[in-house]
């Protein structure tokens, strides 16, 4: 069977000349579909087993130069949760889809409120109402069709944080309030897997990535006698632009710890404010 | 003493207000008695750094030291 794939994969695919110059073989979508009927296979599958043969499927080819076949195989095998699918969550959802994190968890028991609007991407005036969740499967499925995508939809809670995120690779914090994402920590600690944080308030923001131990959170909130639940977002409200740049650097992170390429935050907590274009890292 | 406080963000606005940046302090003062100086909400005060460190603000800064105040942010 796997001998026998890798011969279809071979015919079925096409040389070209590739980031490095060299010749690369690469696999269009048309093609992939017909090897997914062929086999009775999935998407993923089929894209698994053609990067684990050297063959790049199309949608990839402009990820190669930086993440290389191997970092694009390790990024489709893997399972990322996104907790909040508001702002940060939103964008992060659209953006993994895109570059091929081919496992998803997608987590929010909100519906969209008409104050959404001016940034969360996923949401358009006809939408206001819906589901988050089935929003966002709806869009990963619409950008991907190799990414394999479950729901949540409701608000991941003491009683079922572990049991929900027990098979996910790592966590993107899009949450927006402190004790949700201390618990999102806390969990994470537990299933020894890592957790991109991510916050916005008006013009600023700010990213970390936390592995098993490290306990970011807990210093950049405090996790005793926490007396608020939200920070200066309450009065400056949340921009799209730095909702962007946010959810942007986080998918970063993802991207590099899950494919093993640079050098994660980690222990460094990057700030921005532009509103006078300052870029700091704090160390944790 | 005098000090040099820098905020972030949405605490930026609470010092800026104050005319200048440097200010003339209590010996005695920690970070948290400037902050309250300062009146700034503590609760908006996420981290603090003097000379590029991240201290507590209990930390009694020096002379001529320079406080960096990051804003609490949360918004998702």
């Given at each position: 069977m796997e001998k026998a794939i890798v011969n279809k994969l071979k015919k079925s695919s096409t040389i070209i000349s590739g980031p490095d110059g060299n010749p690369l073989a690469?696999?269009?979508?048309?093609?992939?579909?017909?090897?997914?009927?062929?086999?009775?296979?999935?998407?993923?599958?089929?894209?698994l087993h053609s990067l684990e043969a050297g063959i790049v499927p199309l949608r990839y080819l402009k990820n190669i130069g930086t993440l290389s076949i191997e970092g694009q195989r390790r990024l489709l095998s893997s399972k990322v949760a996104v907790v909040g699918l508001g702002g940060l969550g939103g964008l992060l959802v659209e953006l993994l889809a895109r570059v091929g994190v081919g496992g998803m968890l997608i987590i929010d028991g909100d519906?969209?409120?008409?104050?959404?609007?001016?940034r969360q991407i996923l949401l358009q005036e006809k939408d206001i109402d819906l589901i988050k969740a089935r929003?966002?499967?709806?869009?990963?499925?619409?950008?991907?069709?190799?990414?394999?995508?479950?729901?949540w939809e409701g608000f991941v809670t003491e009683e079922n944080a572990q049991h929900l995120l027990s098979s996910v690779n790592l966590v993107c914090d899009a949450l927006d309030n402190i004790s949700s994402r201390l618990l999102l920590q806390s969990t994470c600690e537990q299933l020894n897997i890592p957790l991109v944080h991510g916050a916005v308030a008006g013009f600023s923001g700010q990213v970390t990535s936390i592995f098993p131990g490290d306990a970011s959170l807990s210093v950049i909130y405090g996790d005793e006698g926490i007396t608020i639940q939200r920070g200066v977002e309450v009065q400056e409200g949340n921009l799209p632009g730095t909702v962007g740049?946010?959810?942007?650097?986080?998918?970063?992170?993802?991207?590099?710890?899950?494919?093993g390429k640079g050098a994660a935050l980690r222990k460094k907590l990057l700030v921005i404010d532009t509103e006078r274009g300052e870029i700091r890292h704090i160390n944790l | 003493m005098?000090?040099?406080?820098?905020g972030f963000g949405a605490v930026r606005k609470y010092v800026e207000e104050k005319g200048n940046n440097i200010f003339e302090v209590d010996d005695s003062f920690s970070v948290r008695d400037i902050i309250k100086h300062l009146k700034i909400n503590p609760d908006l005060v996420a981290?603090?750094?003097?000379?590029?460190?991240?201290?507590?603000k209990d930390f009694h800064p020096r002379d001529?030291?320079?406080?960096f105040l990051l804003n609490m942010v949360s918004g998702g």
């Amino acid at each position: 069977m796997e001998k026998a794939i890798v011969n279809k994969l071979k015919k079925s695919s096409t040389i070209i000349s590739g980031p490095d110059g060299n010749p690369l073989a690469v696999l269009s979508l048309s093609e992939r579909n017909r090897l997914c009927r062929h086999f009775r296979l999935s998407p993923r599958e089929v894209e698994l087993h053609s990067l684990e043969a050297g063959i790049v499927p199309l949608r990839y080819l402009k990820n190669i130069g930086t993440l290389s076949i191997e970092g694009q195989r390790r990024l489709l095998s893997s399972k990322v949760a996104v907790v909040g699918l508001g702002g940060l969550g939103g964008l992060l959802v659209e953006l993994l889809a895109r570059v091929g994190v081919g496992g998803m968890l997608i987590i929010d028991g909100d519906r969209f409120v008409e104050d959404n609007l001016n940034r969360q991407i996923l949401l358009q005036e006809k939408d206001i109402d819906l589901i988050k969740a089935r929003l966002a499967e709806k869009r990963v499925r619409d950008i991907n069709s190799a990414i394999e995508v479950e729901k949540w939809e409701g608000f991941v809670t003491e009683e079922n944080a572990q049991h929900l995120l027990s098979s996910v690779n790592l966590v993107c914090d899009a949450l927006d309030n402190i004790s949700s994402r201390l618990l999102l920590q806390s969990t994470c600690e537990q299933l020894n897997i890592p957790l991109v944080h991510g916050a916005v308030a008006g013009f600023s923001g700010q990213v970390t990535s936390i592995f098993p131990g490290d306990a970011s959170l807990s210093v950049i909130y405090g996790d005793e006698g926490i007396t608020i639940q939200r920070g200066v977002e309450v009065q400056e409200g949340n921009l799209p632009g730095t909702v962007g740049m946010v959810a942007s650097l986080q998918a970063q992170e993802v991207i590099k710890i899950l494919s093993g390429k640079g050098a994660a935050l980690r222990k460094k907590l990057l700030v921005i404010d532009t509103e006078r274009g300052e870029i700091r890292h704090i160390n944790l | 003493m005098k000090v040099m406080v820098k905020g972030f963000g949405a605490v930026r606005k609470y010092v800026e207000e104050k005319g200048n940046n440097i200010f003339e302090v209590d010996d005695s003062f920690s970070v948290r008695d400037i902050i309250k100086h300062l009146k700034i909400n503590p609760d908006l005060v996420a981290l603090v750094t003097v000379n590029g460190d991240r201290v507590s603000k209990d930390f009694h800064p020096r002379d001529g030291d320079e406080i960096f105040l990051l804003n609490m942010v949360s918004g998702g």
